[in-house]
């Protein structure tokens, strides 16, 4: 996945439509997250074609429960916002669920059909 | 949203990320759907970058019970299947669920945030 990703991610930092967050520690990065700018149909309560899509948030375990998620959660949306952007998605793990509900993400009725029929989690 | 709908989508039918299909019946447009080809990062089980989502679809109340709906999903995941891409998605509403689980879909731990307070059904 590396060998594919990180091609893709640093054609797409150079053109703006994917950046990226990090959080150091004594030199270290603890804690990231990405956001996806997804071009995406108008629709009657949002004329402006363009989506957030949250991806690869991640804390290290050893850094966890200090807020740096929420943090990271909100400066995501918080760019967002500044873009203009009225829509902010993400696929929620079960652990991350409790913070996207308590910043006010609701789940959709996506559905999603893997062609060869892997389905993951 | 027509009227933002309609160059947006005149570009991409152009430059090939948006393609529809229509149903004629006696010369007459009686069912459509239309699939957008979005750029998503490579994942571990789709080195493809590329997915499909589904949208637009409508039959004429008219002409519903007559299996369209379901032939325009067969085509349109065919379409995706041919191109290579593995994951296909949409937002089910409550009446389309159905079709969609007999195909395959899988409902998907997605949440939205919509940015202005407005959260659409």
Request: hydrophobic share 40%; charged share 25%.
């Amino acid at each position: 996945m590396v060998v594919n990703f990180i091609p893709w991610v640093r054609e797409r930092l150079k053109s703006g439509t994917y950046v990226g967050w990090l959080r150091e520690e004594d030199g270290r990065v603890v804690a990231g997250g990405g956001m996806l700018l997804m071009d995406f149909p108008p629709h009657f309560l949002d004329s402006a074609a363009v989506r957030a899509y949250l991806l690869n948030f991640y804390v290290d375990p050893a850094f966890r429960g200090r807020g740096y998620a929420r943090e990271l959660l909100e400066t995501a949306v918080g760019d967002a916002r500044r873009r203009g952007i009225k829509v902010v998605s993400l696929h929620a793990s079960k652990f991350g669920r409790p913070l996207y509900e308590s910043s006010g993400f609701e789940a959709t009725s996506e559905m999603r059909l893997w062609n060869d029929g892997v389905q993951p989690d």
